[in-house]
Structure formats: C-alpha cells, structure tokens
C-alpha cells in the first residue's frame, strides 16, 4: 500500500496567517492527490483535486501543489471558518489511502 | 443537487452484523463507483472497498475481506454495507462517498454511527 505522510499533526494559527500542509507518498503517485476538510461531526470536504484544481465552491485562497511524491495544501489567508482536520488522499493505486490529518485550530 | 443519504445510527453486540445503506440522488446512479470510508472515535480516516453499480462487482480492503459484503439496487439507487463479526474496534463513523473512476470522492454521505457493544 501507499503511504500517505502528512505534516505536520496539528498546527495554531492566527487570521490572516499563510498555513502550509505537506503530504509525502512513499512512492510516485503523479498528480493524483485530493485534500479535504473536516469538521467536528461532518463529513469530510473535497477543497482539492488531483493536486492543484480547486473544487468548484471551495474559495480561492485555498490551493495545491505538487506532484510525484510530494504535495502541498495552502492557505493563503486563514479565515476563522477554516479551523478543522485536514486530510490527504492519494487515488493513484488501490487500495486510496489517506493521510493521518492535521487538526488546524485558530489562535 | 447531489445527494447521499445514508441509514440512521445503529447499535450491535460484539458478533453481530449490520447493514448502512447509502440512497444517491441528483445524478446517474450507475456512472459512479460508491466508496466506503469510516473513521473510529478521534481516529483518521480508512478505505474499506467500492461497488460499481453499473456490473455490481465490488472490491474490498484486503483488511476487510471475508467481513464486509457491499451490494446495490439500481432501482432505488442504494448501495449496502454489511460488516460481520464485530467488535468494539469497528465502532466507528460509516461514511459512504461517491468516485468516478481514476478520481478522488467528490460527494459524502452523511456518515452512520455503529456502535459495538455488549
């Protein structure tokens, strides 16, 4: 199976501030990377797929990056609504594996 | 608008099965696989397997094999989960979630609480 490293667990951040979220494949997947969000007793929210395509909706300061192994989750201007998990998934291969989330919680 | 809306909220002893549905609306049925995805209590998130609705043919988590059978009724646009053999480790969130294939889950259900225990 694909493994899916995410970084970092957790994270403080105030408004306004630039976060940044990494994932690393244990091998090369292409560009087949999702990122979602999740909050407290919701489902999860697909903000970004295969890598850098923003979800139709989702807003513009949230965007992706990366390919082969390594991929980045942005947000560019931390709003008090994005608080929450953030998960990577990767589809290249079966079984899609995620990563182990990183809880975001505004200062 | 699309729609995935799954059974409500169970309870089983250790040993005992249970079947989540997941009812779709809002698109055609049969061009999208239905993934299930659950997440234990303050846990990350897990694949379990997929059904095609179009040949019916699922595929599961290797974890999952000889455990969980998924099947589906077009005419109804429902996709079942059945877990067998509980224990208190598959207390967990059920969520269903919809693929087309080669892409990621686009539309989740709204999750299904199981809960194992004596």
């Known amino acids: 199976d694909i493994q899916m490293t995410q970084s970092p667990s957790s994270l403080s951040a105030s408004v306004g501030d630039r976060v940044t979220i990494t994932c690393r494949a244990s091998q090369g997947i292409g560009n087949a990377v999702a990122w979602y969000q999740q909050t407290p007793g919701k489902a999860p929210k697909r903000l970004i797929y295969?890598?850098?395509h923003l979800q139709s909706g989702v807003p513009s300061r949230f965007s992706g990056s990366g390919s082969g192994t390594e991929f980045t989750l942005t947000i560019s201007s931390l709003q008090p609504e994005d608080f929450g998990t953030y998960y990577c998934l990767q589809h290249n291969a079966n079984p899609p594996t995620f990563g182990q989330g990183t809880k975001l919680e505004i200062k | 608008q699309v729609q995935l809306v799954q059974s409500g909220a169970e309870v089983r002893e250790p040993g005992a099965s249970v079947k989540v549905s997941c009812k779709a609306s809002?698109?055609?049925?049969?061009?999208?696989?239905i993934n299930w995805v659950r997440q234990a209590p303050g846990q990350g998130l897990e694949w379990m397997g997929w059904?095609?609705?179009?040949?019916?043919?699922?595929g599961y988590s290797q974890k999952f094999q000889g455990r969980v059978t998924m099947t589906r009724d077009n005419a109804i646009s429902t996709v079942y989960m059945e877990l067998s053999s509980l224990s208190s480790e598959d207390t967990a969130v059920y969520y269903c979630?919809?693929?087309?294939?080669?892409?990621?889950?686009?539309?989740w259900g709204q999750g299904t609480l199981v809960t194992v225990s004596s």
């Open positions: 809002g698109y055609t049925f049969t061009i999208y696989d």
């Open positions: 979630a919809r693929v087309l294939s080669g892409s990621s889950f686009d539309y």
């Open positions: 059904m095609d609705p179009k040949s019916g043919n699922p």
């Open positions: 295969d890598a850098f």
